[in-house]
């Protein structure tokens, strides 16, 4: 063979691999697209605007914001309400979880139940619920005449801690869910108490599940700003102060700085988090004992003492709601109505069915969106994978508003071609899918690594091809997890707040973002009485898919994540 035959032959093999690398990470690229449309391209849209000055592009806006009195303040108070409250929040929860997981105190699934009641409700309930009880006009100071006055930082740090409880329980449930009884033996063969066994073993197994609920809390307060706009008072936090700026005074700039000043703190919990749990290795093997939970009467006592005040707390707030929804006018006349429920309000029940079509829009391209990125990034390894990982984990680290925010300076421009769905249910729907997406990624992903290559390998020897292996052999196998993600998006898009709260329109009004304006006008019992329906709403849901999954064998399922 000549030389030239030889160079033409590597010549080719060299196109061949080119475009056999090129074909690994098309589908890298196509499955990354809509996540730089809705994720990345906002978010540059966010970071130019914060720059943009009359005199062009500068530092001005970071200037004005850092030499402002009232900025520092509001900064100072995000920052005093974000750690109290995180720090009550995960103590309580881990008291629960703890009860929950490692006594034998009695219905301990009813306590598992109540504690996650706060997640079928808007995020302002808890502001809501409290002024109820403690407001003026609160049922408990009208009745006792007590005077308590909890409009402001208290009344913020109160609700704030109700809110994130849920998912500080969850998480932490889940750490003390498992553990390796033979360690909790030796502890006590070498003459342990039980406190030091505590602090010696099972705070530093759960030391990641720790990290992870301070994330989740620490990021979840310091982005609300439906309870401090309910109950705040005088006391401006800085995601109250992102509405404020944008929606009272259309000061668009100055809205993106303070959207970047709350990026910042909620990217950097992120990235602690995730270098914390990379850490993480198994504490369960093979050889591994079971733990569990042996009777202590006084430990049971005193965890269900806790049980009992967290679960009171709990049900006082979901309680006023109801029974303000049924009363005919708060609190001057206290008999039973329903006229609440006939939303004689601007746009009536529409709202309400709003939040239900974009919440099922929600879940059906959510689970589309993080199956599809699951898929590519566990079965076509290539180097563009890497970089669909990071898109997919990104909305982690972006507050709500800043995301929605991001959307009307991104696609409010008939030039857009996504101006299209501007105004529509669909941006709505697309906002929450992205805000939530990297929660649904995981809990896919988790899924998809659970499921051995040999299935794909059989399938090949018998002939199949990629599409149908996905579509006869994967997809069953990842149903019952596709349904908990279907559900886990439902449920989210039908309470939030802060993710659409600058998307919506007269014609696009959503539930929660009615329940806000209700209350922030004085309308206490119809607001009541659509929290009622969104909590309503998104039980029924849940008991109809648990019925249909039991009925498909599928009964270990977990529907609330």
């Not at 409290?130 to 005077?147: A, D, E, K, S």
């Not at 390894?381 to 990071?390: E, G, I, K, N």
Request: hydrophobic residues 55%; charged residues 10%; aromatic residues 12%.
């Amino acid at each position: 063979m000549s030389v030239a035959t030889a160079d033409r032959t590597v010549a080719a093999g060299r196109r061949r691999k080119n475009r056999g690398g090129l074909a690994r990470m098309l589908p890298a690229v196509i499955v990354g697209i809509p996540l730089i449309l809705f994720v990345l391209y906002p978010l540059a849209h966010i970071l130019g605007r914060s720059f943009s000055t009359p005199s062009g592009f500068g530092l001005a806006n970071y200037a004005a914001m850092l030499g402002n009195e009232r900025f520092l303040r509001i900064t100072w108070n995000s920052f005093a309400v974000t750690f109290v409250s995180a720090g009550l929040a995960i103590v309580f929860a881990y008291a629960f979880a703890y009860a929950v997981q490692r006594s034998t105190m009695p219905l301990r699934n009813l306590f598992r139940l109540i504690a996650v009641l706060p997640l079928f409700a808007p995020s302002l309930v808890q502001a809501q619920g409290l002024v109820l009880l403690f407001g003026r006009n609160g049922l408990i100071n009208r009745t006792f005449g007590l005077g308590i006055d909890l409009y402001g930082y208290w009344g913020i740090v109160i609700a704030s801690v109700l809110y994130v409880f849920p998912y500080a329980f969850l998480i932490l449930s889940a750490a003390l869910a498992v553990a390796d009884a033979r360690i909790y033996e030796s502890a006590e063969m070498l003459g342990a108490s039980k406190w030091r066994a505590f602090r010696t073993v099972t705070l530093p197994a759960t030391r990641y599940g720790l990290a992870a609920a301070i994330f989740v809390c620490f990021t979840l307060v310091i982005t609300d700003f439906g309870n401090p706009m309910v109950i705040g008072g005088d006391y401006t936090v800085l995601a109250s102060e992102v509405y404020n700026q944008v929606i009272g005074q259309a000061n668009f700039e100055m809205g993106t700085v303070i959207g970047m000043v709350l990026l910042i703190p909620a990217a950097l919990a992120a990235i602690v988090e995730k270098r914390v749990s990379a850490k993480q290795f198994s504490l369960i093997n093979e050889h591994s004992k079971p733990l569990v939970p042996q009777k202590d009467r006084l430990r049971d006592r005193a965890l269900l003492t806790v049980a009992v005040l967290i679960s009171a707390a709990i049900l006082s707030i979901v309680f006023v709601v109801v029974f303000a929804s049924f009363v005919h006018l708060w609190p001057y006349r206290m008999t039973f109505s329903l006229r609440h429920y006939a939303f004689d309000v601007q746009n009536g029940i529409q709202p309400l069915w709003n939040s239900i079509y974009v919440s099922v829009m929600a879940a059906g391209i959510g689970v589309a969106a993080v199956t599809a990125a699951a898929y590519v990034i566990e079965k076509f390894p290539s180097p563009a994978t890497r970089a669909l990982y990071f898109l997919s984990i990104l909305p982690a680290a972006v507050p709500g508003m800043v995301l929605g925010l991001g959307y009307i300076l991104a696609f409010n421009n008939p030039a857009n071609p996504v101006y299209a769905i501007y105004g529509t249910l669909v941006i709505i729907a697309v906002a929450n899918v992205y805000y939530y997406h990297a929660h649904g990624f995981l809990i896919s992903g988790t899924s998809m690594k659970q499921i051995s290559g040999r299935f794909d390998e059989a399938s090949a020897t018998l002939g199949g091809s990629r599409a149908q292996t996905f579509a006869k052999v994967t997809l069953p196998l990842l149903f019952p997890t596709l349904i908990g993600i279907a559900v886990f998006f439902f449920m989210r898009s039908m309470v939030t707040l802060s993710a659409v709260i600058f998307l919506i329109t007269p014609n696009t009004q959503m539930a929660a973002v009615s329940v806000l304006y209700l209350q922030d006008r004085g309308a206490t019992n119809q607001a009541a009485a659509f929290s009622v329906c969104i909590i309503a709403t998104i039980m029924v849901v849940l008991l109809a898919v648990r019925l249909l999954l039991n009925a498909m064998g599928h009964r270990n399922v977990s529907l609330i994540r």
